[in-house]
Antibody
Framework: QVQLQESGPGLVKPSQTLSLICSVS??????????WTWIRQHPGKGLEWIGY???????YYNPSLKSRLSISVDASKNQFSLKLSSLTAADTALYYC??????????????WGQGTLVTVSS | QSVLTQPPSVSGAPGQRVTISCTGS?????????LHWYQQLPGTAPKLLIY???NRPSGVPDRFSGSKSGTSASLAITGLQAEDEADYYC???????????FGGGTKLTVL
């Protein structure tokens, strides 16, 4: 059973870059054709897809975040990461990492981390 | 405003049947992309409830069922229980937006 765990700073200053890591256990991050995904949820709001990386290395980003976003995989550590630059208060949210097993862009997200709260404030 | 439209809230008494709709368009559900449903209990991460329109992951009770027709989909919950009180989200892919999309979420209240 694949398990995901997010890690990163809980507080980041405006204009800085957010770096989050998702550690994958119970399976290899490079096997199975997974879409390794970041999703966020603003306080009291719905889910917003940030982007994902396919196991072959292709990345797909939310167009509204694309200019500030990078998602990558570190196979040696069985982790994938998110970098989001030029932060503003609007980026304050609960950030989830997730994994989708189907080899299609409309994959469902079978596995979820518990989420990590990121607050952007000076 | 979400590309997939869900009612903000629904409610029902224990034992009743409720449905939650998810309305899209020809660039997502109507384009043939699968529709998935998630349940988010208070303070927890979303959990996959229905995938590929009608399928239940292992462990999900058969009280939950999904359907899809045209540019819309629905989640039905029968035999409503207090523990079903949660937020429910639909999810698909939009070819025009080139990305994954979620519905705005529906809060289910068990009366």
């Amino acid at each position: 059973q694949v398990q995901l765990q997010e890690s990163g700073p809980g507080l980041v200053k405006p204009s800085q870059t957010l770096s989050l890591i998702c550690s994958v256990s119970g399976g290899s991050i490079t096997s199975g054709g997974y879409y390794w995904t970041w999703i966020r949820q603003h306080p009291g709001k719905g889910l917003e897809w940030i982007g994902y990386i396919y196991y072959g290395g292709s990345t797909y980003y939310n167009p509204s975040l694309k200019s500030r976003l990078s998602i990558s995989v570190d196979a040696s550590k069985n982790q994938f990461s998110l970098k989001l630059s030029s932060l503003t208060a609007a980026d304050t949210a609960l950030y989830y990492c997730a994994g989708g097993r189907q080899k299609v862009v409309a994959t469902p997200f079978d596995y979820w981390g518990q989420g990590t709260l990121v607050t952007v404030s000076s | 405003q979400s590309v997939l439209t869900q009612p903000p809230s629904v409610s029902g008494a224990p034992g009743q049947r409720v449905t939650i709709s998810c309305t899209g368009s020809s660039s997502n559900i109507g384009a043939g992309y699968d529709l998935h449903w998630y349940q988010q209990l208070p303070g927890t991460a979303p959990k996959l409830l229905i995938y590929s329109n009608i399928n239940r992951p292992s462990g999900v009770p058969d009280r939950f069922s999904g359907s899809k027709s045209g540019t819309s989909a629905s989640l039905a919950i029968t035999g409503l229980q207090a523990e079903d009180e949660a937020d429910y989200y639909c999810q698909s892919y939009d070819i025009s937006l080139s990305g994954v999309i979620f519905g705005g979420g529906t809060k289910l209240t068990v009366l």
